[in-house]
């Protein structure tokens, strides 16, 4: 069974660009996450859906981040605009529903310079 | 408010040898806290190792063992004789029974490393 598939792997942007991530969960889970990884901060929630809708948008990073959960099986986390402080790795996980057990991809690591 | 605190790494241990990962916990606003450890293996994503929902009880995971001691407020991870295999990010982490994965807090990670 495919895990949570996770693109670019890799990402290095300049200040001011549009950056989109993407995300396909497990298949057949209905809870989606969007964390951000530092070594500051560690894991901080970004954005949370439940069956599609949006349970949870970030609160402090409500301004630049925005996450969309078009269908099921695919999510994207959009930053716009970038900023050096956005450098870090973004996770993307799955569950099947509240409670259960979370499923990570391997992170979206973005560079901004 | 909540957070969780753990043995900052890196941590080096040789094959074949005890180990131990602390974990501590402040669990405010949690009415039942539960508590995880995850891993990250290279080149792999973040995954559960094992959970424990009741104070007092012990999960068990690949060798590995945690006691969520509510006295203490402590989860420490052990395993008797470590292996190569076991080199990994280790993660503690708090949740809170009555809510879903939204309200769980991952402590900082430990990075472990097994000399063979």
């Known amino acids: 069974d495919a895990g949570v598939t996770q693109t670019p792997r890799h990402e290095v942007a300049e200040k001011g660009q549009t950056i989109i991530l993407k995300c396909e969960p497990v298949s057949g889970h209905n809870d989606l996450f969007w964390y951000r990884q530092t070594k500051i901060q560690g894991l901080e929630l970004l954005s949370y859906?439940?069956?599609?809708?949006?349970?949870?948008d970030g609160g402090a990073f409500k301004d630049r981040f925005k996450a969309e959960m078009l269908n099921s099986s695919f999510s994207t986390l959009k930053i716009q605009p970038t900023e050096p402080k956005d450098s870090a790795v973004y996770l993307c996980?799955?569950?099947?529903?509240?409670?259960?057990?979370?499923?990570f991809g391997e992170g979206s690591r973005l560079i901004v310079v | 408010g909540d957070s969780v605190t753990q043995t900052e790494g890196p941590v080096t241990v040789s094959e074949s040898e005890s180990l131990i990962i602390n974990c501590t916990y402040s669990?405010?606003?949690?009415?039942?806290?539960?508590l995880f450890w995850y891993v990250r293996y290279p080149g792999e994503g973040l995954q559960l190792l094992l959970k424990?929902?009741?104070?007092?009880q012990k999960g068990s995971s690949r060798g590995f063992e945690a006691t969520y001691n509510k006295e203490t407020t402590s989860f420490h991870l052990q395993k008797a004789s470590v292996q190569e295999s076991d080199s990994a990010v280790y993660y503690c982490a708090l949740g809170d029974l009555g809510y879903g994965n939204e309200k769980i807090t991952f402590g900082a990670g430990t990075k472990l490393t097994i000399k063979p």
């Open positions: 996980a799955s569950s099947f529903s509240s409670g259960n057990t979370l499923y």
């Open positions: 859906f439940r069956s599609k809708s949006l349970m949870e």
């Open positions: 669990a405010t606003s949690i009415a039942y806290p539960n």
């Open positions: 424990v929902i009741t104070a007092g």
